[in-house]
DNA sequence: GTGACTGTACCAACCAGACGGTACACCACT
DNA sequence: AGTGGTGTACCGTCTGGTTGGTACAGTCAC
């Protein structure tokens, strides 16, 4: 067992809901997952909105520290880019990135199984992420470069958790980095003096 | 009673799930929300995944009628500023635009509760999304103008899906709009022949 | 037209299993 | 002996789905 019981618990809730669904996010089931019994469950998590909001806390939380990690403050859209790479490295259960943190013990690997969990039992649950989405969206408006195209990276970055969601497709992988690279410039040009910007797209831009 | 009992009853089922969240959309409580008894409404679903799967299949239609609605083929990009339209336009319940189309007998608005309802209980009914975005994903890269672009529009009009979906606050409304034209724009000045392509706002382009 | 029969729409009552949560015993370690 | 952590057993409720009906409109042979 891992030094923190309660990560070892939220990863195999996210686990779970990665490859049954948040239906199946049942505590007899996490308990199974976790090899613990559903006393011990309950020990760490007093019940099961408690364990789900862990899973949302957690992802919030590691989410933010990325963007921090990635952030370098100084240069306009600084912040933005830091946004767009923290999405874009967010681990998917079930991928390099996922495994990676998972092994390196920086907590466990969530992705959006969090938010699917507190969609299907309790979208109140959610209110932590509607707060965060108010800070980021502040940050976002304020990160020295034209709102509205911060805002079209959110969006764009929100679609791409949205994909992993409701697990569709992913993006061709040429296509996905031409799309993530294309983002970044804009997040790198588009000057906030100006009414009308433009979004120069580079696709071989080295990160 | 309605003239098609069916979407009576995937209207009350939009209505409580985005009045109480997917965890409530039980057979009794739509059969309540539908005034008829769980009886009745296992006559016309045979079972819960039918009823999602009749949600999810709706919405896929109706947003695929309201793109060829949008659509006016001929110059590049109008597949994608369809795309956008139809997003834009999506009939969120409890908004004027899900109001509209509810009185207006073109069928129950569903905004995004097919998706929470499948998310919440069953992934594997979300296949017919997943089909549509392999088939909108199609479109959009053979619409005539750049791929990246049309997919950098697709993954933001995701984003507002996404924002419906988990309930984030509406960005506020100039932003919005701002952020439509500039999409509208990007899909239509952004020639595929070039391999940089920029993409001009107009944040007041009248529609 | 009328009685037998059929299909559609709906309903009330019930059931078996799943699930969240509680109670409490147990054990290792300090 | 006490505390942190875990396991077992159990309970009440919820919920999806089944069963066995009712009501009634249509239709078709006679």
New interface residues.
Partial sequence: MSANARDTILAAAARLIARE???RLTLDAVAAEARLSKGGLLYHFASKDDLIRGLVETLVAQFDAEVETNSVPGTPGAWTRAYLDATVKAPVPGTDAHATREASGHGPALGSTG??A??????SL?EP??EA??RW?RNL?SDGI????A??V??????????D?????P?PGP?NH??IS??RA?ATCAHRTE?????????NQPR
Avoid at 118 to 123: D, F, T, Y
Avoid at 146 to 149: G, M, Q
Avoid at 154 to 163: I, K, M, N, S
């Fill in positions: 669904g948040a239906r938010i699917a507190a969609v299907a039992n309790n979208p959610l992420v509607r989405y108010r969206q408006e034209d709102p509205v195209t805002t079209i959110r969006l764009a970055c929100d679609g791409l958790w949205y994909t969601l409701i697990g569709l497709d993006l296509l031409a799309v294309r983002l804009a009414t009308a910007t433009t979004l120069p797209a580079d696709e």
